[in-house]
């Protein structure tokens, strides 16, 4: 296997600095245009679900309440992305999605050793994610009292209408498509220097070709007139 000098290949990416550049700004600027203009916003409206006290008819918090809405936490997580919740959110919103497209746009999570569950929604609408997300932990809230017999949901926090996109980060992008790109530039111009047979020094046909050098010729340039 060829052996690598480190000196001069290092000296060789010193002179095609010109080509890692222009890869790296080239990269750089589709992904800056790439995040301004081709990808599609989206946004994200989340609400908080608290789930306290016991059955309907008891009025004070015991112990046995908290233990069983933290083992209900994975549970309840699961009921608010079954079709009897988020079917009934597709019939009272009148959304042109079925029931797949819309469970992929919801995502549930428990915050760990807490009564907290978190509903967030992505959507390319602002508004409709607001109103899906509010939508979705309504219906959930009324559901669960039939499920269990249980009155143990409340809406700890509303979504609100998000005032940015949560996909789009142009300086973020900006940053790791240059990187890549930085990164793509070494990768060509060591491939070129990888598979370049050509001789640049006298040290290289010693080297190569197992041949004494008895002389070299420096490189003449014609002087302008």
């Known amino acids: 296997m060829e052996t690598i000098d480190i000196k001069e290949m290092l000296d060789y990416f010193k002179s095609k600095l010109s080509i890692i550049i222009l890869i790296t700004a080239i990269v750089g600027i589709m ?8 990808q599609v916003p989206k946004y994200q409206s989340s609400s908080t679900i608290l789930l306290i006290g016991g059955s309907s008819n008891e009025s004070s918090l015991t112990y046995n309440d908290v233990s069983l809405n933290k083992n209900l936490v994975g549970t309840y997580s699961e ?5 009897r919740v988020l079917n009934q959110v597709i019939d009272n919103l009148n959304l042109d999605y079925n029931y797949g497209k819309l469970y992929g746009m919801i995502n549930v999570s ?5 009564e907290l569950i978190k509903i967030t929604v992505t ?13 979705t932990a309504n219906v959930f809230a009324k559901e669960i009292p039939e499920l269990y017999n249980i009155s143990n949901v409340n809406i700890l926090d509303e979504a609100e209408e998000a005032t940015s996109p949560s996909n789009v980060n142009v300086l973020k992008q900006s940053i790791i498509f240059i990187m890549v790109g930085l990164v793509l530039g070494l990768g060509v111009v060591f491939l070129i220097y990888y598979f370049d047979r050509t001789i640049k020094s006298s040290e290289q046909v010693e080297t190569k070709l197992g041949l004494p050098v008895l002389g070299t010729v420096q490189e003449y340039k014609k002087a302008d007139r």
């Open 79 to 83: 009921i608010v992305k079954s079709k």
């Open 110 to 114: 428990s915050v760990s050793n807490t």
């Open 123 to 135: 959507d390319t609408d602002r508004k409709k994610a607001m109103d899906i997300t509010n939508e």
């Open 31 to 38: 992904g800056c245009l790439y995040g301004a203009f081709i």
